[in-house]
């Protein structure tokens, strides 16, 4: 009985914790503020349009987020949840996606020119909405 009654607890506290992918503002200002947020949760956030460039988010939670148009040239994005992302317009010229997990993510019109894909490999020059290998 007692275990049935944590959890219901359990289920109920989890309900009442906000809708998935809620954007933490405190996060997102820390993040801002110092372009750097390593293994940070900025899931559902929108960062559309920001400048971004050499930003530090090595396997960051950036799940549903808003990053169209951002520039992200140089940023180091090892093993970054973008599942779900709109990544549509984005520069990313030389930006670290290793591991990077980019499924269901918009990647149209993204500029991916000398980034290092998420196996390992370069992408070309004009390397656009896909990564065009050597």
């Known amino acids: 009985m007692k275990t049935l009654l944590l959890a219901i607890a ?5 309900s009442w914790a906000g809708p998935a992918g809620a954007c933490d503002p405190e996060i997102l200002t820390k993040f801002l503020n110092s372009n750097t ?6 899931s559902g956030c929108s960062l559309a ?6 930003a530090r988010l090595w396997r960051a939670n950036l799940e549903g987020a808003n990053l169209e148009g951002a520039k992200l ?5 090892v093993g970054v ?6 990544l549509s317009g984005v520069t990313m010229f030389g930006a670290d996606l290793l591991n990077a997990n980019l499924s269901g993510a918009d990647l149209s019109g993204a500029g ?3 980034a290092r894909w998420v196996d390992g490999n370069k992408c070309s020059l004009l390397s656009t909405g896909k990564c065009e290998q050597y």
């Open 10 to 14: 359990c289920v109920l506290i989890l």
């Open 81 to 86: 949840n973008f599942k779900d992302a709109n």
């Open 112 to 114: 991916l020119d000398t």
């Open 49 to 54: 349009r920001k400048d971004l460039r050499g």
């Open 73 to 77: 040239d140089g940023a180091f994005l």
């Open 37 to 42: 947020c390593p293994m940070c949760n900025l």
